[in-house]
């Protein structure tokens, strides 16, 4: 992937753990593992989003060095 492309996704799972920061604790989520979608809780799917943004941007740091 290009830089710019990884920038995207950055930016996506940074709004992606704001909408799930922004949900009440009791709502459940789904969350895609390959084509098939799980049931789960708001904090496992933030843990999730955090740790592919954190991917993320250690990919950018590697393409920019």
Do not use: C, P, W
Request: glycine share 4%; hydrophobic share 40%.
């Amino acid at each position: 992937m290009s830089e710019i492309q990884e920038i995207l996704m950055i930016r996506s799972h940074e709004i992606a753990i704001a909408e799930l920061n922004s949900l009440s604790s009791s709502r459940g989520v789904y969350q895609r593992n390959g084509n098939i979608l799980f049931r789960t809780t708001i904090q496992k799917a933030i843990a999730l989003e955090q740790k592919q943004l954190d991917v993320a941007k250690v990919k950018v740091q590697q393409l920019s060095d």
